[in-house]
């Protein structure tokens, strides 16, 4: 071990508020190697964490963890833990937050952390407080408390749990239930570090001497055999640190605070023993050994970071990987103020003071609301008095009249005529006209919510085409403008959809989001749909987080939703190219395949994903040192951003550098950076220059508008004359053989170029401009002008437009001027999407499969540990039960709130709900509607999330804790896409869906189900003129006889009634009684207030006998007969069976009566035949024997005011 010496040392300068605030060093609290990766990572007591990489310690991440001191760090495979006072963290090596745990209750003190020796996915966190924590790092989340009756300050593993207090004691406590098995008094005062082998257990700490705590200058050794002590190694210098060797299990260094460290033999105290000295500033904080035992780091309280090696070329693992560099940094090529190329470099300023209109702020002033003309009626009576003119008064005004600058509107038909969206969105004359202002219809929608949340709210009136909008009361909504483009570009569907059909085992997958989002709007048919699955799933990444892509809960005026959009413009794409596969979707032109050394063009294009091949720009990027060495990488960017550079100015003083220039200097620029050199081995200044090698099929173009000087280029021309319209409706590009980009403006005719001159080249039309919209100091929001391919408006009926308006939930047709025109200042441009003309001819032929895997039907794996089949309501799908159009199932899904509404209160104390409350589907079941196994559930899905429940409305959903928790859930627990999947099949295969509130069920749950696909029991028990709608359990207690949601929600009871509900109003219907049977539940509602008691007896439901259901074919409420038939015989059965067909609890089976009871209407003497079952359900009281049976009326006028009608039954042998 001798030759120990010092490799290099840095001091990294803490520049956080805290540490600007002090004045002062932070002191490094914590230092641990990788166990992976060539890094060093350490943390200060300002809470943050840093890590290096290499022997010459250069900076790799550095990020704020906590609030309080970094007390320990673990670097574990997915990136390294961290522990402060009040939280314990995983951040993954490049700086981005995985999980944070920091609760009030149990992360009061924490202090220090070791894996747990069970599993290798836990650590125990422990501290100053009254309980130990097990976390899982794969989830992030506490899985058990241990309570403790001692302060615990270090942890280390060993087959027990090691831990040191800061009595001076160390127990060994059991990893499963944390009980102490032994507990050995090591010193008398506070424990400094432990190191523990399989036999060994040493310790440092604090001795009381005369009242006060020193260093013991002994390290104490025990045998943990034995559990007695051994001959202690002494260390006069002090022992603070105590690290084993990695390689040699029985050598350890020990360290003291002034930087004296040691290495020695356990097993040999008395062989020779070398001292090193490490240089420092200050007293030692933090020391650490590396996994390969080559290395050795020192932190102390300057903040100085210090390496020890022994090897002439040290790793700090054996595996010796390096970590993933960032990328270089592009910077824009500046121009020097003395260069003499530019046109008025030699000219003379003519004004050196400042200019007249150049006022300060202080000398401004609003002149406010000129004066209204006086009538002439006064100016002819008016005398003047030197300069004071005088007249009566008319009398024809009021006074004190003040006025208004807000329109008022009458009745709210003149206010919608005032917001000019029922005009003609196909006028010629109409955006010319518009020319200086913003038409009203580019403003923020809203939605304005009721007692009844957004079913009175009239989303048709803001869009009457037939293409779906998306609403914006959801979290992160500014994506909608970026998802409608998405919809409408070629191939991105194709590619999404195809993701869908594939077996995906990702929870927060966005390319199946997008998938099912674009499944959706195809199928809206003007209908307003949400984004709520996408956007929650988009909420999650980590990613997403770092990059600053979340919206701003409170938005302000200066928030730029156009570099928000930007920047998600280049998110999604990159995300969509890592999780949609690789699948051949483009075909190469011939053109292309003659172009060499291009693995992204050509056969091997199946190898990349779909979104490489679509928005893919193959670039090579040549690099030069300063040392002549010369580098290229070849890449393929899927967005390109525009690079403003020089500006020229032509003779009337406009800025006259065209679209196409800026665009070829964007794609070909040429950038000084600093970047790696591998014959320097170092960072050096580099010039780095980009050249084409193919052209994508869609170029995504971010404006980059970040500079005020830089919007007057788009402002430059206006719409008046389009011929000179700055942004090109269609471009020209091409790939020259002598390697220069061609870049023109192709206008609207033909262009024909010389194919002799270019090695590729292609025409792009505009298709998609997505803007930010925000008028004089008011809230920006984003909006989309899409032009509609071909296919998508020749088959709209009557609708010609090619280019759409996409504003959240408001969609109208607009002209192609008005989506060019950039002129307006309330626009400001943000992404651009150029398709090549033929792209749709450049596609493959790839069938998209029209639903899923069926098995996945069949599929009953579950997350929960503990599922317990005994308690399974549920049966899977048998192989020969088959599922296709037409096939009835009744579902019922139950939710909790992930937020409650958000409201405002105005002055005047009305109540306004800004957003709604925000639900998650926890639990869908689905039953068979037909077949033998009918009203057998076969889904019965609980499903779990990663998102904090803020109220699990037990009282409505039956929901529990416990049941979402997949360490405590005895049910089957599934990921909301697993049990999404599974209703989009179903819905693919044609079946039918039975429920009682299905609207706002499918709406929660995301998805849209065609009208004719669902029968809802609340529409089929529903008076048009009644706004009353009956609930289930009244239903059920009113028709069926039975009492359900006794003792809460179940889905299963829910949907079965629903069925049964459903097979009700079809005998009712069948029979002709259907509507005299709904008037008498409204008048039985009415009189019993809608409530039902649990003993409470259903009109005549004691005596009615019930018939067996007999097979009935599925029929639509809309297309129900109204033709009544003859019914069949009624029968007799038992009160407590669910299925009528069934046996009886005595064994015996039901029995035909044949007994037919007549009604005798008020005023009518014909004979109407009913069943006894319809009666019943008609009458208001039964009165029946074996023999005979009288039904009357108790009080007339209780009739009367229930307009039922009196009659009286009779059986078939007389009256």
Same mark, same amino acid.
């Given at each position: ?211 006060? &705590?020193?260093?013991?200058?002994? @390290?104490? #050794?025990?045998? %943990?055999? $034995?559990?007695? /002590? ?5 260390? !006069? ?106 046109? &008025?470099?030699?000219?003379?300023? @003519?004004? #050196?003071?400042? %200019?007249? $209109?150049?006022? /300060? ?5 609003? !002149? ?117 483009? %998405? ?729």
């Amino acid at each position: 071990m001798a030759g120990w010496s010092e490799l290099s040392s840095v001091c990294d300068a803490d520049l956080s508020a805290a540490a600007a605030v002090t004045a002062s060093p932070a002191a490094l609290t914590s230092a641990a190697f990788d166990l992976d990766q060539e890094l060093l990572w350490t943390g200060n007591e300002h809470g943050r964490v840093a890590s290096y990489v290499g022997g010459e310690i250069h900076k790799y991440t550095s990020f704020r963890a906590h609030q309080g001191p970094v007390r320990q760090l673990i670097p574990v495979a997915t990136g390294v833990l961290s522990v402060g006072p009040q939280s314990v963290r995983l951040t993954n090596r490049r700086g981005m937050v995985q999980w944070t745990i920091s609760d009030p209750m149990l992360t009061q003190d924490l202090y220090c952390m070791a894996p747990s020796a069970l599993r290798h996915s836990d650590v125990i966190v422990a501290g100053r407080q009254r309980c130990a924590l097990m976390v899982n790092v794969d989830r992030g989340t506490i899985i058990r408390k241990f309570d403790c009756d001692s302060d615990i300050v270090v942890l280390r593993r060993s087959q027990l749990v090691c831990c040191g207090t800061a009595t001076g004691e160390v127990m060994l406590r059991d990893p499963r239930t944390f009980r102490v098995e032994h507990a050995v008094q090591a010193h008398t005062g506070t424990i400094s570090d432990i190191a523990v082998t399989d036999n060994y257990l040493l310790t440092c700490g604090y001795s009381e001497r005369h009242g006060e &705590l020193v260093i013991d200058p002994l @390290v104490k #050794v025990y045998d %943990l055999r $034995s559990m007695r /002590p051994l001959a202690p190694l002494s260390f !006069v210098a002090g022992p603070s640190f105590l690290k084993l060797h990695p390689i040699k299990p029985l050598s350890v260094f020990i360290a003291a605070q002034d930087g004296q460290f040691q290495t020695c033999d356990i097993g040999n105290p008395a062989a020779q023993v070398q001292f090193y000295q490490a240089n420092t500033s200050s007293y030692i904080t933090a020391f650490d050994i590396s996994p390969s035992g080559e290395l050795v780091a020192f932190g102390d309280a300057s903040s100085v970071v210090s390496l020890w090696t022994d090897s002439m070329h040290p790793r700090v693992n054996m595996s010796g990987e390096m970590p993933e560099m960032a990328d270089s940094t592009h910077l824009p090529p500046s121009a020097a103020m003395t260069d003499d190329r530019h046109v &008025l470099w030699a000219i003379e300023r @003519v004004y #050196v003071p400042p %200019l007249l $209109s150049a006022w /300060p702020s202080h000398m401004i002033f609003e !002149v406010g609301r000129p004066a209204e003309a006086i009538d002439t009626e006064v100016l002819d009576q008016m005398k003047t008095v030197d300069f004071v003119g005088y007249a009566p008064n008319p009398g024809t005004r009021l006074r004190n009249q003040v006025s208004s600058s807000y329109r008022k509107y009458r009745t709210a038909e003149t206010m919608h005529t005032d917001l000019d969206l029922d005009v003609d969105p196909f006028s010629d004359n109409e955006w010319s006209a518009r020319a200086g202002e913003m038409p009203k219809y580019y403003r923020k929608v809203e939605i304005k919510y009721s007692k009844f949340g957004v079913e009175d709210f009239d989303f048709g009136y803001y869009n009457k085409t037939f293409f779906g909008g998306l609403e914006t009361h959801i979290t992160n909504s500014y994506c909608n403008a970026e998802l409608q483009a %998405l919809r409408f570009l070629p191939g991105v569907g194709v590619a999404a959809k195809l993701h869908t059909a594939q077996e995906c085992t990702k929870e927060y997958c966005l390319c199946c989001e997008l998938g099912f989002l674009l499944r959706m709007l195809e199928a809206a048919d003007g209908a307003n749909c949400q984004a709520s699955n996408f956007l929650r799933a988009f909420g999650t990444i980590p990613e997403a987080s770092a990059l600053g892509l979340f919206e701003p809960e409170t938005p302000e005026p200066r928030t730029s939703y156009s570099a928000l959009i930007q920047s998600f413009n280049r998110f999604i794409l990159e995300q969509l190219h890592q999780e949609c596969g690789s699948t051949m979707l483009v075909r190469p032109t011939e053109m292309e395949k003659s172009l060499a050394g291009d693995e992204t063009i050509g056969e091997d294009a199946g190898a990349t994903s779909p979104i490489k091949q679509l928005f893919g720009i193959p670039m090579v990027t040549q690099s030069q040192c300063q040392c002549g060495e010369m580098t290229q990488r070849n890449s393929s960017p899927f967005t390109v951003d525009m690079a403003y550079a020089a500006k020229s100015v032509d003779m009337a003083g406009q800025h006259s550098r065209p679209f196409t220039d800026i665009l070829r200097s964007s794609l070909t620029r040429e950038s000084q950076t600093r970047a790696w050199c591998d014959r320097c081995r170092q960072y050096q200044p580099t010039i780095q220059h980009k050249r084409l090698r193919g052209l994508p099929v869609i170029l995504n173009i971010n404006s980059a508008l970040y500079k005020r000087e830089d919007r007057s280029h788009w402002c430059s021309h206006g719409a008046a004359d389009q011929s000179h319209r700055w942004l090109p409706k269609r471009l020209f590009i091409g790939l020259q053989k002598d390697g220069e980009l061609d870049v023109r403006d192709a206008g609207d005719s033909a262009l024909e170029p010389d194919e002799a001159l270019y090695n590729q080249y292609a025409i792009f039309e505009l298709s998609a401009v997505i803007s930010q919209i925000q008028p004089e100091k008011e809230l920006p929001h984003l909006v989309a002008h899409i032009r509609v391919p071909p296919m998508e408006y020749d088959s709209l009926d009557g609708d010609s437009s090619e280019w759409y308006l996409f504003n959240d939930f408001l969609v109208r047709g607009v002209q192609e001027a008005e989506a060019l025109d950039l002129l307006p200042n309330w626009k400001l441009p943000a992404v651009l999407c150029y398709v090549r003309e033929n792209a749709y001819d450049l596609l493959e032929d790839v069938p998209i499969p029209p639903y899923a895997d069926p098995n996945i039907l069949r599929n009953s794996e579950s997350m929960s540990i503990n599922t317990n089949d005994a308690c399974k309501q549920y049966r899977l799908l048998e192989e020969d039960e088959a599922i296709g159009p037409g096939s009835v199932c009744a579902i019922d899904a139950e939710f909790v709130a992930l937020s409650q509404e958000k409201t405002e209160t105005s002055a005047d104390g009305v109540r306004t709900v800004v957003r709604p409350i925000r639900l998650s589907l926890a639990r869908v079941s689905v039953v068979r509607g037909d077949g033998a196994l009918e009203g057998v559930p076969f889904i019965d899905d609980y499903i779990t999330t990663s998102e904090p429940i803020v109220d699990y409305l037990t009282e409505f959903s039956g929901i529990e804790a416990a049941d979402l928790d997949p360490a405590l859930s005895s049910h089957h627990l599934v990921q909301l896409k697993t049990a999404y999947k599974k209703l989009r099949l179903l819905l693919d295969m044609g079946c039918v869906f039975v429920g009682h509130g299905l609207k706002k069920d499918f709406r929660i749950i995301n998805i849209m189900v065609p009208p004719e696909q669902v029968i809802d029991t609340v529409d089929i028990f529903h008076l048009k003129n009644r706004q009353r709608k009956i609930s289930l359990r009244f239903l059920a207690w009113y028709l069926l006889g039975e009492s359900i949601q006794t003792s809460g929600h179940d889905s299963i009871e829910d949907a079965r009634t629903a069925l049964r509900l459903y097979k009700k109003y079809l005998e009712l219907r069948a029979k002709g009684t259907f509507d005299r049977v709904l008037e008498g539940i409204y008048a039985e509602g009415w009189r019993r207030n809608w409530k039902v008691g649990e003993k409470d007896e259903p009109p005549g439901q004691s005596l009615l006998p019930r018939a067996p259901a007999a097979p009935l074919a599925i029929v639509h409420p809309d297309q129900a007969a109204a033709a009544s038939v003859t019914p069949a015989p009624a029968t007799i059965a038992s009160n407590n069976d669910t299925d009528p067909t069934s046996e009886t609890k005595t064994g015996l089976k039901s029995k035909a009566v044949p007994a037919a009871l007549h009604m005798l209407p008020p005023g009518d003497d014909d004979m109407h035949a009913e069943t006894a079952d319809d009666d019943a359900l008609l009458s208001p009281t039964l009165l029946a024997s074996p023999s005979t049976a009288e039904m009357v009326a108790a009080d007339d006028d209780a009739a009367e005011a229930r307009r039922l009608p009196l009659f009286r039954a009779t059986t078939s042998g007389g009256t």
